[in-house]
């Protein structure tokens, strides 16, 4: 029973509120299916910080901001276009949407080509695929592990929420649950309170809610895998476009097996009530989406929506967040060589990283105003700062240690390999991948030797968890050059005699791939 | 910084990207000829191998997962852990009035936190003995092993 009903919470009490606006961001595409509950799941985050900031109970909350929300995506259809398009464009004009830097083959990669029967069957087999890899994982629902933080932590918080304003405010302002980190982020909490409105107060049930949005967030980025192999078939050219229908199924298997592999990595803490999975998958799909895809303005909106979710998950989802944003910004809105102090341009940037930081920061500001702290910087800690480090050293490369060498070793050889190709199909350098991993993995080491919790203890109790991230990242990071490495399996490179004598490539993305194959994309 | 980062505004398309081809020559398939397609292709297999193990590896230790979580013994472990958790929150709505504080009396701090979580809603727990109404402590007992013990100050 409390498998259904969660399940049926986040169907319908998370997806229905944020279908228009996931339709809005994603178009009628598969990642839509994934995407509206977890922006459903923002909405609910956003309605907390009304009911905490201003007051109210969380259904009052959340109807409004569901409201506001979806009224201003029916209005802005309404004004502009009509759902699921891209809007339309002056002629001779390509459809750049206002991106600076990215050209026409990029924007125009990740629609499906081809009559609609066919683009339909290939968006079903995407969603199966995905739903096909979350399968496994999920069967552990059939247990009733809850796990220590989540009930100290986020099914605490969700019951705070559940009783309303005065509850919420009074019960983070007891110093008695400092245990509790008071300042945490309140997507998890909502969506467990949400589901004991519809269902009453029951903890397995508010569990297995956050884990089938965990698994949303994961089938994002495993969505966004497979759709690297749009990109990655639409650069197969000539005589070797025979293999587009091979490279498409093979990325959707990678993106199918890479959702059974984020989860594995989480271990328990992926099915037993812990947002350390929730944070880290929204995270990476924003990666797979804002820095690995070929800039478009859906991947852009898509990354977003998951860099908001991340920034709303936890603390360290909050940092990365901004990480997140900033290269996200910079690949988006490149510095030129020259004007690269060009003020409109900074504004850009600017706005790039503001707009999408408010709900985090927002919370992070409330928090900051009624005087929530976290555990973990209380006080100074009495240990060196070189023991310190060398035990979060130690630790951190204990967990990272398998999938750091192998992602390296993959990175290498398709760096060698496959980096035409890559280009070809205008995915993102992985310099942007990796810098997002490491910059997270510093901010995460930094926490470590600056916090005032005992370190043996600390790291011990959570280096296995706070690490999920970045090795669920490396793994989207290996699919992502899985895919590329089976296109040029099942599509070896052609001579350039050859490709002289081929004839002209037909179809939206590659007509437009093959006018744009010698600029590199970022 | 990423490289490709610096670029003339136009997309790409000006003159330095055009003239600067960034395509590394061991990954030009023409001039190698077919010498470089052999060797595309075998780093390509070699890169589907490592990835395909890994991801192999994260299958089998999910499988590993569910397995352990699904035996017999872990359900009943994990039934037990549930039912201590419902026990205190029903117990502590039982002896203690709505909105009572409270202050747990044992030195355990875990057992602070697990009355303060199963408090939640109901009573508000307090950190010093001066500023609560009740006494509570968790101890042996009835409930899944467990029992509150309550009394007013």
């Known amino acids: 029973v409390a498998q259904v009903s969660s399940f049926l919470t986040v169907l319908l009490g998370l997806g229905l509120p944020g279908f228009l606006p996931a339709l809005a961001v994603a178009g009628r595409s598969p990642v839509l299916v994934f995407l509206a509950p977890l922006t459903g799941g923002i909405l609910l985050a956003v309605a907390t910080e009304l009911e905490l900031g201003v007051g109210g109970s969380l259904l009052e909350c959340y109807v409004l901001v569901a409201a506001v929300v979806n009224l201003a995506v029916i209005g802005w259809w309404l004004v502009s276009s009509r759902p699921g398009s891209p809007a339309p464009q002056p002629a001779g004009r390509p459809a750049t949407t206002g991106l600076a830097g990215a050209g026409p083959a990029e924007?125009?990669?990740?629609?499906?080509?081809?009559?609609?029967?066919?683009?339909?069957?290939?968006?079903?087999?995407?969603?199966?695929?995905?739903?096909?890899?979350?399968?496994?994982?999920?069967?552990?629902?059939?247990?009733?592990?809850?796990?220590?933080?989540?009930?100290?932590?986020?099914?605490?918080h969700a019951l705070m929420i559940y009783g309303g304003h005065h509850e919420l405010l009074t019960s983070l302002q007891n110093h008695a649950y400092t245990f509790s980190n008071p300042d945490y982020p309140p997507l998890v909490p909502a969506a467990e309170a949400l589901a004991f409105k519809f269902y009453g107060v029951n903890l397995l049930l508010g569990v297995?809610?956050?884990?089938?949005?965990?698994?949303?967030?994961?089938?994002?980025?495993?969505?966004?895998?497979?759709t690297s192999g749009l990109a990655c078939a639409g650069a197969a050219t000539g005589r070797r476009r025979a293999s587009r229908p091979l490279v498409r199924v093979a990325a959707i298997i990678a993106g199918g097996a890479f959702c059974v592999a984020g989860f594995s990595v989480a271990a328990k803490y992926g099915i037993d009530g812990h947002a350390d999975l929730m944070w880290g998958a929204s995270a990476v799909a924003a990666i797979i989406w804002g820095l690995v895809l070929p800039r478009s303005r859906q991947s852009l909106l898509v990354a977003w929506v998951c860099v908001v979710a991340a920034s709303l998950t936890k603390n360290e989802g909050l940092v990365t967040a901004l990480i997140l944003l900033v290269l996200i910004a910079f690949r988006y809105r490149p510095l030129r060589r020259t004007g690269w102090l060009q003020l409109s341009d900074w504004a850009g940037r600017s706005l790039f990283v503001a707009v999408p930081a408010l709900p985090g920061l927002a919370w992070a500001g409330i928090a900051r105003l009624i005087g929530l702290r976290d555990a973990f910087f209380t006080a100074p800690s009495g240990q060196s700062v070189a023991s310190r480090a060398t035990a979060t050293i130690a630790a951190m490369a204990g967990q990272l240690k398998i999938v750091g060498v192998a992602a390296l070793v993959v990175l290498a050889a398709g760096s060698w390999a496959l980096r035409r190709r890559r280009e070809r199909a205008w995915l993102g350098n992985p310099a942007w991948l990796w810098s997002a991993c490491l910059a997270s993995l510093a901010t995460l080491f930094l926490t470590y030797v600056i916090g005032s919790d005992p370190i043996a203890w600390w790291l011990t109790n959570s280096v296995n968890r706070t690490t999920i991230f970045a090795q669920v990242l490396l793994y989207g990071d290996m699919a992502v050059w899985l895919v590329l490495a089976i296109s040029a399996l099942a599509a070896p490179e052609e001579s350039r005699a050859a490709g002289a004598t081929r004839p002209a490539a037909t179809g939206t993305a590659t007509a437009k791939l093959t006018a744009g194959l010698s600029q590199p994309p970022v | 910084m990423p490289s490709g980062q610096f670029h003339d505004g136009s997309g790409g398309r000006g003159t330095a990207a055009a003239s600067s081809d960034p395509v590394p020559d061991a990954a030009r398939p023409a001039g190698g000829g077919r010498g470089r397609r052999v060797g595309t292709a075998v780093v390509a297999t070699v890169v589907a191998v490592v990835v395909a193990l890994m991801l192999a590896l994260g299958v089998y230790r999910d499988v590993r997962l569910n397995t352990g979580l699904l035996l017999p013994t872990s359900i009943k472990t994990q039934l037990l852990g549930n039912d201590r958790e419902m026990c205190l929150y029903r117990e502590l709505r039982h002896d203690l009035p709505r909105g009572a504080s409270f202050y747990d009396d044992s030195a355990n701090y875990l057992h602070f936190q697990r009355l303060a979580e199963a408090a939640t809603l109901w009573a508000v727990p307090r950190l010093t003995l001066a500023s609560a109404q009740w006494h509570v402590t968790i101890v042996r007992g009835h409930c899944a092993g467990i029992a509150l013990k309550a009394w007013r100050r």
Do not use: K
């Open chain 1, 107 to 156: 924007t125009g990669l990740l629609a499906e080509p081809g009559p609609a029967g066919r683009v339909w069957a290939w968006q079903a087999a995407t969603v199966a695929g995905i739903l096909a890899g979350l399968a496994l994982p999920l069967v552990a629902l059939r247990s009733y592990t809850i796990g220590w933080d989540s009930n100290s932590i986020w099914l605490t």
């Open chain 1, 208 to 226: 297995r809610a956050i884990t089938f949005l965990t698994a949303c967030a994961v089938a994002i980025a495993g969505t966004g895998i497979a």
